[in-house]
């Protein structure tokens, strides 16, 4: 009888081990999920948000813009999805994640595009930090960008008196655009795209 107990024991200690064991795991998995979907959502907006500057720094019309979003920003979006999936796919697509946004970051410039992590975030103060940095860049491509970035971050945030007094310098650094006029229609045009990509990743439009 005492053997028999004994072993019930035994057994039920074996039991609750593996039940914590379980719990644990799967609370670190639900939450490295959790944290990767994030991420790769996170990414996703900086990928497509830089599809459009580059639509800005390097031309192109709005369907152009929209292309270079897609290549950025749409692998982002499949690796969060397919965290629930089968591993190895899962590892595929973020590899492919982190390339395009590499690939990005070399077009952009590392400022730029930092400062595009910020916008995306709706911390502006930053993105005008790194935008000012990037728009003293010896890169022409470069400062073009870091200029975009600011008067994203200045138009995101209401501030377009700000923004105004960079379209002197966005004239004379992009080609594309030769007055004020022309400044403030693409301006307003990008930060409508800007809330539209937000949209799309079920993020607030607008900075609260």
Known sequence: ????TAFMKTVMT???????????????????MEQGAQGGATGAVVGAVGGL??????GG???????????????TGATAGAISGAVADSNE???????ELKALRKKLGDNAYQG????????????????????KSGNADYALAGLWVQLLAYADSNDMDSAHKLYPDLIDK????SSDSQAEAETQNALKEL?????????PQTCG
């Open 1 to 4: 009888m005492l053997q028999k």
């Open 14 to 32: 074996i039991l609750i081990m593996l039940f914590a064991t379980t719990f644990i795991f799967w609370g670190c998995s639900k939450r490295s």
């Open 53 to 58: 500057v580059t639509g800005l720094v390097f």
């Open 61 to 75: 019309d709005a369907a152009e813009s929209a292309a270079r979003g897609a290549v950025y920003g749409g692998a």
């Open 93 to 99: 697509k973020k590899a492919r994640q982190t390339a």
């Open 116 to 135: 595009l992590e910020a916008l995306v975030e709706c911390k502006h103060d930053i993105a005008q930090g790194f935008g000012r940095t990037a728009a």
């Open 174 to 177: 992009d080609k594309n655009i």
């Open 195 to 203: 809330k539209e990509i937000r949209k799309k990743y079920k993020l």
